[in-house]
């Protein structure tokens, strides 16, 4: 018979069945509900949640993994890291932690980036050479006592002191942001001691940053820590948890830290099992096995599953084996439940959070039982594609060199410098959006939805024509998703009914599923690019997701290369930019956000990575006459370490998120790096505050000093898709005044 295993939960998704979360904290911010109402929904949701749990079997159930609106601003809300511009506006403390998220009319928001190489979002801390820390928060001892309440004795989740580090930015100057390790360790025992005194007896840790690489300092400081939590709280038991990639060469420091458990991610990093099995072989450290897939809807292979946990259990022992979630279940829809229109053969390959709980009990009460109904997920592998066999270098690369397309776009183009454009979207009304379900519902037909598309974009037009845009937008009204309006067109891909996903605060995607190759069956964007040109003599931009976007931002493929599924999306694109030139569309945006976030967290990963990943962005553009002029659009990522590739995508115009940042974040697009012209974003859409000019007009001249203004593009960050008209139509005009003035300054006419 064999032996049950312990089971752990590393985290559940917070947003709720039917997006319960998203409603309420939208209600409350419009000033529909009030706060006990916002928090009364969220009680229920964690009390759900738990107890869907514990229903489900599982040993070591998570508390403190909920959120209002990201994890890292909870633990900086707990250390006491609030912006001294956020706290001085005199807010509650409810309305001071949405602040720091989503900025106030006076105040800017903190920063906000990719959780590492997923979709998902997190608020940057700011930290400084004199920050202090403090026990500013009990929600983990709260929330601990919630489920306790329950009968249920959860593992509280805590964000590392060492990851939390390294994620903040130095707000003022740069520093060794380790040097503040010495200050914030006696917050962490604090809170340590609480939660024993609350009656915990295990406590999770989250320490992904073992996955990236680390310096001597942050691997000082990563000893330093569990010595010194280990000392604190000795009777608790601590698991460290990595996942999302390989440990590489900080694997034996992981296996040293004096802890009761550590979890590895063998969905990114199978060939470490075994090195760390050996490294524990004479201590008593349990190991947590991250087998069932927290980023991706496939079921577990169960049987492979099972022949990681007995090689594990043959040196170790069954007693010291936990059978874990990969990483937080936060990136995978809640359940399959509603899923009724899903083609059987697919959905009976899926598993959403909900099922991912069973898979995990499965194992953990008879991983040999549940590996006999492996070949229920089993798939015979593709065919290769034909398609791709006859892709050569000149499909790859544009007729000219950059420098001398942009001479001739810039003479055919006729724009003035600092031409003024956005990013695509506009806003996504309560009109929009009943309008689309009524076109799905069947409640009003084709005609109908597509003449108020058309007053829509006529609308949208016009207000970008009186704010005096230079490049305009037709709104993407049509379209419910940047990824999934695209997919929606594409055979090989298909779309679930719930299957949301948080991305960051309220903002869900819902994102594809990509389940067999991927073709186009039509034009997709053509229709629309059109008939907004029709309506002005200006400029109207072809919108495009680019590919390693759709590919990231979908569930992908886990049966053949992530390149082979990428340059199947590009042929496709590669068709749609051929069909909007020839229809006389003179700019196309093709935007990559998701390429940044695609790079392997290790470095000796990342070359690899980025030459199938750009030469995918070259294969979709790379038709286009030298006239066309590409842009493309990246948004919260970093470039440091990066900026060759993005140079290497061989894009006309490139605009950026740069509104929440430093110049540092610039300083890679200067002339010596960068090759192509530049749009920094003047204009965070994220915060509903309407920018004043001089502050635009100054990030403008900033910008100008660095990238050139012969290459300066004026924008906002992202998609005004989230934002009302009543904020729209002011900044708009905003940054229109602010090109103009920074124009004049520089004395460009």
């Given at each position: 018979?064999?032996?049950?295993?312990?089971?752990?939960?590393?985290?559940?998704?917070?947003?709720?069945?039917?997006?319960?979360?998203?409603?309420?904290?939208?209600?409350?911010?419009?000033?529909?509900?009030?706060?006990?109402?916002?928090?009364?929904?969220?009680?229920?949701?964690?009390?759900?949640?738990?107890?869907?749990?514990?229903?489900?079997?599982?040993?070591?159930?998570?508390?403190?993994?909920?959120?209002?609106?990201?994890?890292?601003?909870?633990?900086?809300?707990?250390?006491?890291?609030?912006?001294?511009?956020?706290?001085?506006?005199?807010?509650?403390?409810?309305?001071?932690?949405?602040?720091?998220?989503?900025?106030?009319?006076?105040?800017?928001?903190?920063?906000?980036?990719?959780?590492?190489?997923?979709?998902?979002?997190?608020?940057?801390?700011?930290?400084?050479?004199?920050?202090?820390?403090?026990?500013?928060?009990?929600?983990?001892?709260?929330?601990?006592?919630?489920?306790?309440?329950?009968?249920?004795?959860?593992?509280?989740?805590?964000?590392?002191?060492?990851?939390?580090?390294?994620?903040?930015?130095?707000?003022?100057?740069?520093?060794?942001?380790?040097?503040?390790?010495?200050?914030?360790?006696?917050?962490?025992?604090?809170?340590?001691?609480?939660?024993?005194?609350?009656?915990?007896?295990?406590?999770?840790?989250?320490?992904?940053?073992?996955?990236?690489?680390?310096?001597?300092?942050?691997?000082?400081?990563?000893?330093?820590?569990?010595?010194?939590?280990?000392?604190?709280?000795?009777?608790?038991?601590?698991?460290?948890?990595?996942?999302?990639?390989?440990?590489?060469?900080?694997?034996?420091?992981?296996?040293?830290?004096?802890?009761?458990?550590?979890?590895?991610?063998?969905?990114?990093?199978?060939?470490?099992?075994?090195?760390?099995?050996?490294?524990?072989?004479?201590?008593?450290?349990?190991?947590?096995?991250?087998?069932?897939?927290?980023?991706?809807?496939?079921?577990?292979?169960?049987?492979?599953?099972?022949?990681?946990?007995?090689?594990?259990?043959?040196?170790?022992?069954?007693?010291?084996?936990?059978?874990?979630?990969?990483?937080?279940?936060?990136?995978?829809?809640?359940?399959?439940?509603?899923?009724?229109?899903?083609?059987?053969?697919?959905?009976?390959?899926?598993?959403?959070?909900?099922?991912?709980?069973?898979?995990?009990?499965?194992?953990?009460?008879?991983?040999?039982?549940?590996?006999?109904?492996?070949?229920?997920?089993?798939?015979?592998?593709?065919?290769?594609?034909?398609?791709?066999?006859?892709?050569?270098?000149?499909?790859?690369?544009?007729?000219?060199?950059?420098?001398?397309?942009?001479?001739?776009?810039?003479?055919?183009?006729?724009?003035?410098?600092?031409?003024?454009?956005?990013?695509?979207?506009?806003p996504q009304t309560k009109e929009v959006r009943a309008n689309r379900a009524a076109f799905k519902k069947g409640d009003i037909d084709s005609e109908q939805y597509e003449a108020f598309i058309r007053s829509e974009i006529e609308h949208?037009?016009?207000?970008?024509?009186?704010?005096?845009?230079?490049?305009?937008?037709?709104?993407?009204?049509?379209?419910?998703?940047?990824?999934?309006?695209?997919?929606?067109?594409?055979?090989?891909?298909?779309?679930?009914?719930?299957?949301?996903?948080?991305?960051?605060?309220?903002?869900?995607?819902?994102?594809?599923?990509?389940?067999?190759?991927?073709?186009?069956?039509?034009?997709?964007?053509?229709?629309?690019?059109?008939?907004?040109?029709?309506?002005?003599?200006?400029?109207?931009?072809?919108?495009?997701?680019?590919?390693?976007?759709?590919?990231?931002?979908?569930?992908?493929?886990?049966?053949?290369?992530?390149?082979?599924?990428?340059?199947?999306?590009?042929?496709?694109?590669?068709?749609?930019?051929?069909?909007?030139?020839?229809?006389?569309?003179?700019?196309?945006?093709?935007?990559?956000?998701g390429l940044r976030e695609g790079l392997p967290l290790r470095g000796s990963e990342a070359a690899a990575y980025l030459e199938w990943a750009v030469d995918a962005f070259r294969l979709a553009s790379g038709g286009a006459s030298p006239?066309?002029?590409?842009?493309?659009?990246?948004?919260?990522?970093?470039?440091?370490?990066?900026?060759?590739?993005?140079?290497?995508?061989?894009?006309?115009?490139?605009?950026?998120?740069?509104?929440?940042?430093?110049?540092?974040?610039?300083?890679?697009?200067?002339?010596?790096?960068?090759?192509?012209?530049?749009?920094?974003?003047?204009?965070?859409?994220?915060?509903?505050?309407?920018?004043?000019?001089?502050?635009?007009?100054?990030?403008?001249?900033?910008?100008?000093?660095?990238?050139?203004?012969?290459?300066?593009?004026?924008?906002?960050?992202?998609?005004?898709?989230?934002?009302?008209?009543?904020?729209?139509?002011?900044?708009?005009?905003?940054?229109?005044?602010?090109?103009?003035?920074?124009?004049?300054?520089?004395?460009?006419?």
């Amino acid at each position: 018979m064999t032996e049950k295993l312990t089971t752990h939960c590393l985290g559940f998704p917070r947003i709720g069945a039917n997006r319960e979360l998203k409603k309420a904290l939208e209600s409350y911010w419009a000033g529909q509900i009030g706060e006990d109402a916002l928090l009364a929904s969220a009680k229920e949701l964690r009390k759900r949640h738990w107890l869907l749990q514990k229903e489900a079997g599982i040993d070591l159930i998570p508390s403190n993994d909920f959120s209002l609106y990201d994890q890292m601003l909870d633990t900086s809300c707990i250390l006491g890291v609030v912006p001294e511009r956020i706290a001085k506006e005199g807010l509650n403390t409810l309305d001071t932690y949405f602040a720091t998220a989503r900025g106030t009319a006076k105040a800017p928001a903190c920063a906000m980036t990719k959780w590492f190489d997923t979709n998902y979002h997190y608020i940057v801390p700011e930290l400084d050479r004199d920050t202090r820390f403090s026990l500013s928060s009990n929600k983990p001892v709260g929330e601990f006592l919630e489920a306790l309440e329950l009968g249920i004795r959860t593992t509280p989740v805590i964000i590392g002191p060492v990851t939390y580090l390294s994620l903040s930015s130095c707000a003022v100057e740069a520093f060794e942001r380790m040097d503040l390790l010495e200050r914030l360790l006696p917050v962490y025992e604090k809170l340590l001691r609480r939660l024993k005194d609350a009656g915990a007896t295990s406590v999770q840790f989250d320490e992904p940053i073992f996955s990236c690489d680390i310096s001597a300092a942050q691997k000082t400081a990563i000893s330093r820590s569990y010595e010194m939590l280990k000392s604190a709280a000795p009777c608790l038991k601590l698991i460290v948890c990595n996942y999302f990639g390989s440990m590489g060469p900080s694997l034996d420091l992981f296996a040293s830290l004096p802890v009761h458990a550590l979890h590895i991610d063998l969905t990114k990093a199978p060939q470490e099992l075994l090195p760390l099995v050996e490294a524990l072989r004479k201590k008593d450290t349990h190991l947590s096995l991250g087998l069932v897939d927290g980023r991706n809807i496939w079921r577990c292979d169960t049987a492979k599953a099972a022949q990681a946990i007995d090689k594990a259990a043959a040196v170790l022992g069954t007693e010291r084996i936990i059978v874990a979630t990969s990483c937080s279940l936060l990136h995978v829809p809640v359940s399959l439940t509603s899923e009724s229109e899903l083609k059987p053969d697919v959905k009976a390959r899926m598993a959403f959070a909900e099922e991912k709980l069973l898979e995990l009990k499965a194992l953990g009460q008879n991983r040999h039982d549940a590996a006999k109904s492996a070949t229920a997920s089993a798939r015979k592998a593709p065919s290769p594609s034909l398609r791709l066999a006859t892709i050569g270098e000149a499909d790859l690369s544009r007729a000219l060199p950059r420098v001398q397309r942009l001479a001739l776009q810039r003479k055919s183009l006729g724009l003035p410098p600092i031409p003024t454009t956005t990013i695509g979207s506009f806003p996504q009304t309560k009109e929009v959006r009943a309008n689309r379900a009524a076109f799905k519902k069947g409640d009003i037909d084709s005609e109908q939805y597509e003449a108020f598309i058309r007053s829509e974009i006529e609308h949208c037009i016009r207000i970008q024509e009186k704010a005096g845009l230079d490049v305009l937008v037709h709104g993407e009204f049509e379209r419910n998703d940047m990824v999934e309006y695209f997919s929606e067109q594409l055979d090989g891909i298909l779309f679930t009914q719930n299957g949301w996903v948080q991305s960051y605060g309220s903002r869900c995607v819902k994102p594809p599923v990509i389940h067999g190759e991927v073709t186009r069956r039509g034009p997709m964007t053509l229709k629309w690019t059109q008939y907004a040109q029709s309506l002005s003599n200006s400029h109207v931009k072809g919108m495009l997701t680019g590919p390693i976007t759709i590919l990231k931002w979908s569930f992908p493929r886990n049966d053949q290369p992530l390149r082979t599924t990428a340059f199947e999306i590009a042929l496709a694109l590669r068709e749609e930019v051929r069909d909007l030139e020839d229809a006389g569309t003179k700019i196309i945006q093709i935007d990559e956000p998701g390429l940044r976030e695609g790079l392997p967290l290790r470095g000796s990963e990342a070359a690899a990575y980025l030459e199938w990943a750009v030469d995918a962005f070259r294969l979709a553009s790379g038709g286009a006459s030298p006239q066309t002029q590409i842009h493309t659009h990246m948004c919260y990522a970093r470039f440091d370490g990066i900026i060759d590739a993005v140079n290497r995508l061989d894009a006309d115009v490139i605009s950026i998120e740069a509104a929440r940042s430093t110049a540092d974040r610039l300083e890679a697009f200067a002339a010596d790096n960068y090759g192509g012209e530049v749009g920094p974003g003047v204009w965070d859409i994220h915060s509903p505050r309407v920018p004043p000019v001089a502050e635009m007009k100054d990030k403008l001249l900033e910008a100008s000093a660095i990238i050139g203004t012969d290459r300066l593009w004026a924008n906002p960050d992202c998609g005004l898709k989230t934002r009302r008209w009543e904020e729209v139509i002011p900044a708009l005009e905003n940054l229109v005044t602010a090109a103009k003035d920074a124009r004049s300054k520089l004395a460009l006419g």
